[in-house]
């Protein structure tokens, strides 16, 4: 699976070719983007499950977090930024949350999910989870670095977030 797009300047009355923007070889794979734009900077993030299908003959897929950027609209992209910085010693892994980012006065923010146990088989049995919460991962700098929240909620998977007025 890997990443595409297609553009529109027109708002959506025609698009453009399908560009590939991430492509992985044979089974490794780009699931459940999200993006966001910086609206001070005008930067486009997206943020990715990069899935290795097996890890050193085991049975089950390895998800990391990358995200990537865009200071020209689309038309290029950088290297991915892995995040698994944020959940080193920690008992769980994150999982991205298909969808979009919020972008705020304060903050860049992709809403996330930690998930501990097994994600997927090759056996076909079902995964089995010890927790998955919400979870955030932001950034206060614009990129330069990214922070992850505490965790909230029980069993949250493909969370969202959004701005209420209020």
């Given at each position: 699976i890997d990443l595409a797009m297609k553009k529109s300047f027109d708002g959506g009355?025609?698009?453009?070719?399908?560009?590939?923007?991430r492509d992985f070889p044979e089974k490794e794979a780009a699931c459940d983007p999200s993006m966001v734009v910086d609206r001070q900077t005008g930067?486009?993030?997206?943020a990715?499950?990069?899935?290795?299908?097996e890890f050193q003959g085991e049975h089950r897929r390895i998800v990391r977090i990358h995200l990537i950027k865009s200071d020209d609209e689309g038309i290029t992209w950088s290297t991915p930024i892995e995040?698994?910085?944020?959940t080193k010693e920690k008992n769980f892994f994150l999982q991205n949350a298909p969808g979009v980012g919020l972008c705020t006065e304060e903050a860049i923010i992709f809403p996330m999910y930690a998930v501990a146990g097994t994600v997927g088989?090759?056996?076909n049995q079902r995964p089995m989870y010890?927790?998955?919460?919400t979870v955030l991962v932001y950034s206060k700098d614009h990129g330069?670095?990214?922070l992850l929240s505490n965790g909230v909620g029980d069993y949250n998977p493909e969370p969202q977030i959004v701005t209420l007025k209020g």
């Open positions: 009355k025609t698009w453009s070719k399908l560009e590939v923007i930067t486009i993030w997206l990715y499950d990069y899935t290795v299908p995040l698994c910085y944020l088989s090759f056996q010890e927790f998955e919460k330069k670095t990214w």
